[in-house]
């Protein structure tokens, strides 16, 4: 399969990339590691007219100690992400969600930007930034501004950029040790979860997330307040399907995930601390 | 537009380091990296497989690292280095030690996926010098082999890491 015919276009540095598909509006497509866009291509699900490369835009692979956050470049590889000491150290579970994205040949060209922006809810990064309740910076043609991972993600497939808007950088806040933890259930390697739970203590706050639950990545809010009231993992984990519409497919049926959701829920909750 | 932009249709020049040699091309943008390598540089030891970024039968190196050659533009490997499987034994008449260890412990049965495997193979190899069985296992889950035969090409990757396998 080869992709349909785009104009190409090679950008030297995001305000470049970013004249350019304000001039071309939701005819282009900005183009990084590729690996969920190609696929995309090939299969005419995604046909640009107009292909922006980003890959050369320097300054945005960085993972940076920002005080009491890590920065991390929209064009970080999930490879680098996986093997980072910084992250290992200070947001682990990040490193480590990043190291069960697809399979190492994915890892080496994927990046963390281009996870994000595609906004799949199926997809692994998403929800680990979700938990971590990190946040996102897009610049557009005004400027930057940053937008919280909680209302980043909008619709199937679908984020809070603009089209004219592009995803540079991505802050986790610091988040060290051993209490957070990632289930991903699927049945073939290298295979979206059909159901994941991230989960992670932040400023004392035991976060939780959901992976192919409904047409987002989700925070488990009915497993986080009945945390919050005291609620031992069995308890809160009971609540990890309420509120949400889990969708269908060959996979699973949307009672089968809400079983997976609250077992899964309760592993990672006990794997995290949570008694 | 800017001068920098290839219209539909055109041809775009790209260079690349393949198997140490720089080759120069004109490609469409479309052309995915593996029908560059096998079409235009008639190096068809690399594999179409699934086509879908699944079976890892395409798997080259790009700058060293394994990469999926149907799931990247050639335009995208424009002044980086490829390394195919015709690149990676040092003479005509020598193998790779990957490639020797690969026949040495009876690691393909078809062949097809082989070309794909050796390659993650050795990328696994030169992240994780002296991997446990379950690393190679999970280094190599983008590599599917439909003759079934993961055992031998687990024990030809360990056998190549210098450790132990009889």
């Known amino acids: 399969m080869i992709p349909a015919s ?45 292909l922006v490369d980003i890959a050369g835009v320097r300054d945005l692979s960085h993972v940076e100690d920002r005080g009491d956050h890590i920065a991390i470049g929209a064009l970080a590889k999930h490879r680098s992400i996986e093997t980072s000491d910084l992250l290992i150290a200070q947001c682990p579970m990040l490193a480590h969600v990043a190291s069960k994205v697809g399979d190492p040949q994915v890892r080496h060209r994927g990046t963390i930007g281009g996870s994000l922006a595609h906004s799949d809810p199926a997809s692994d990064l998403p929800a680990a930034v979700l938990a971590l309740g990190g946040s996102l910076i897009v610049q557009g043609p005004n400027g930057q501004r940053e937008i919280a991972a909680t209302d980043f993600f909008t619709g199937y497939f679908e984020s809070a950029l603009a089209e004219d808007e592009m995803l540079t950088e991505v802050k986790v806040p610091k988040s060290p040790g051993t209490n957070w933890n990632y289930q991903k259930f699927n049945r073939r390697a290298q295979d979206w979860a059909i159901v994941g739970v991230a989960a992670a203590q932040v400023d004392g706050a035991m976060q939780v997330s959901l992976v192919n639950m409904g047409s987002t990545p989700l925070r488990a809010t009915a497993v986080e307040t009945a945390l919050a009231s005291g609620a031992s993992a069995a308890e809160a984990a009971d609540e990890a399907a309420n509120g949400t519409e889990a969708p269908t497919d060959l996979n699973a049926s949307p009672e089968y995930r809400a079983h997976l959701a609250r077992v899964l829920t309760k592993r990672a909750l006990e794997a995290s601390g949570v008694e | ?116 495997m050796v390659m993650a193979a050795c990328s696994l190899l030169d992240e994780n010098p002296r991997p446990s069985e379950a690393d190679v296992r999970e280094g190599l889950e983008g590599n599917l082999c439909r003759c079934t035969g993961y055992h031998n090409i687990v024990k030809a990757v360990l056998a190549c890491s210098g450790q132990d396998v009889s």
């Open chain 1, 6 to 50: 785009f104009d190409y276009v090679k950008a030297s540095s995001a305000d470049e990339a970013i004249s350019l598909i304000s001039e071309h509006g939701d005819e282009a497509k900005l183009l990084a590691g590729g690996h969920s866009l190609i696929p995309m291509m090939k299969l005419r699900l995604a046909v640009p007219s107009v």
């Open chain 2, 1 to 116: 537009m800017p001068p920098y932009c290839w219209r539909k249709g055109s041809t775009v020049e790209i260079s690349v380091s393949v198997n140490g040699t720089q080759r120069t091309s004109e490609v469409e943008a479309r052309t995915l990296l593996v029908y560059y390598l096998r079409d235009e540089l008639g190096l068809t030891g690399t594999n179409v497989g699934c086509d879908t970024s699944s079976c890892g039968a395409c798997t080259v190196h790009v700058n060293g690292e394994s990469v999926k050659s149907c799931t990247m533009l050639a335009v995208q490997a424009d002044g980086e280095n490829v390394t195919t499987i015709e690149g990676l034994a040092p003479s005509s008449d020598e193998l790779h030690p990957m490639q020797e260890s690969f026949r040495e412990h009876h690691g393909l049965q078809c062949g097809y996926c082989t070309p794909g």
